[in-house]
């Protein structure tokens, strides 16, 4: 490095660093320091040199063929050089004054346009085309946040709706990029969900949901890539779900009795999918909850056998759904049998496919409608049958209260007693 005096003003002189020697054809570069005084030269000579190496990073980062990486890396250029992007013909439309100051930067003080310096502070970027395919590609990387603390089976469940979603979006009107989404396409896709409502006997959730997916997948892409898109949502207008949204059927207490509870009912079934069928009986836990479970928040030794439902390696569905539950009856049995939890399905999916078949296949589901989830509806309803105190309810099930929470809740023991009341 050095500081040396061209006619009246002193430069800093340096060697271009390896890994920009890519993008930057010269094997050392002259920055203006902008005075002929030593000291000034010497205070600003830093700062001018890591003004540099940003540029350079700003443009290696659209080094790249991909349309969206060079409209963003141009970006980048604009607002390392003090501009705010703007198209050619934005800047045009300035006083001559600021387009100026824009060409002087362009011309990295050597009298030269510099042509990667170009597309971002003379604005001839052009914003990339991006595809449905593409885009949902894109949302993966900018929301791969909402994966953070999730289980293996909690990203594959949060991605699978929506890969869904946009194969149906794009089997109807294309991959089409999303600055060709007008509404008439949007409306395409709701005609063909009509349709298919029509003649497959699916409930209307279905179609709303890749509604609500799409929709919330684009306008992040929208967002966090800057395209300044305004796309014709209000065109998946969701379809009425008031009269037919699904209800998860609760079993009967006099099913669970007679037939899930019978000698030997349940012995074709593998001990850990066993195990969690028996454990959610008096327990209510979702299956996703107990699936998870670690051998520490498993406690059968404690005075009051116990589990505990923590986020861990998981994500919980809201924070009342941190909790502990007493073990009693067929459900205490049931975690004495697997002490160490269930590997076989923490973290994977499975689980519910397994006891739903097995339940059907063998005369175990009490209508065609019920699954395993309704043994935890029966659970709340046998609690709500003993008149059990709402916040004790509430608090067994990981439901919010309503209002606001006061105290720690019941004991333990009080727990065990209130599922005493309903337990088999």
Request: with cysteine; hydrophobic share 40%.
């Amino acid at each position: 490095m050095a500081i040396l005096m061209r006619n009246t003003t002193l430069y800093l002189r340096r060697a271009v660093p390896k890994r920009y020697r890519g993008i930057e054809p010269r094997a050392e570069v002259w920055l203006s320091l902008r005075t002929d005084s030593p000291k000034l030269a010497g205070d600003r000579a830093v700062t001018v040199w890591i003004d540099m190496l940003a540029r350079w990073d700003a443009i290696m980062a659209g080094d790249t063929s991909e349309a969206e990486g060079k409209y963003l890396a141009a970006l980048d250029v604009a607002k390392t050089h003090g501009f705010r992007f703007m198209p050619t013909a934005a800047i045009a439309a300035l006083p001559v004054g600021k387009i100026l100051d824009r060409v002087e930067v362009a011309n990295a003080r050597t009298g030269e346009i510099d042509p990667k310096l170009i597309p971002g502070i003379l604005g001839t970027a052009k914003k990339p085309e991006i595809t449905l395919s593409r885009a949902l590609d894109i949302y993966w990387e900018v929301a791969a946040e909402k994966a953070d603390g999730k289980s293996m089976d909690q990203v594959r469940r949060w991605k699978n709706p929506r890969i869904k979603a946009f194969k149906n979006l794009i089997d109807v009107i294309g991959d089409v990029p999303l600055s060709e989404i007008d509404a008439d396409r949007f409306l395409d896709f709701r005609d063909w969900w009509r349709r298919k409502l029509a003649t497959k006997g699916l409930t209307r959730n279905s179609a709303n949901k890749d509604f609500t997916h799409i929709c919330s997948t684009l306008k992040e892409v929208v967002t966090m890539k800057r395209l300044g898109l305004t796309l014709p949502f209000d065109s998946l207008k969701a379809f009425s779900e008031s009269a037919e949204k699904g209800i998860r059927l609760p079993f009967s207490e006099t099913w669970i009795r007679d037939k899930l509870l019978a000698p030997r009912a349940l012995d074709g079934l593998n001990l850990e999918a066993r195990c969690l069928l028996l454990g959610i009986i008096n327990t209510g836990y979702r299956p996703s909850e107990a699936q998870d479970l670690l051998p520490p928040h498993i406690r059968l030794d404690a005075d009051v056998p116990h589990i505990s439902i923590e986020p861990v390696n998981r994500t919980l569905k809201n924070d009342t759904s941190k909790r502990i539950i007493p073990l009693v009856g067929v459900s205490l049995e049931a975690f004495r049998a697997c002490p160490g939890g269930f590997p076989r399905y923490a973290g994977k999916a499975g689980l519910s496919g397994t006891v739903n078949k097995f339940l059907r296949e063998n005369g175990l589901a009490e209508t065609p409608e019920h699954t395993f989830y309704g043994l935890r509806h029966s659970f709340e309803d046998r609690l709500l049958d003993r008149d059990v105190d709402e916040r004790i309810r509430r608090d067994l099930m990981g439901h919010a209260l309503g209002r606001q929470r006061y105290g720690k809740g019941a004991s333990l023991e009080k727990l065990a007693a209130q599922i005493q009341l309903i337990a088999f």
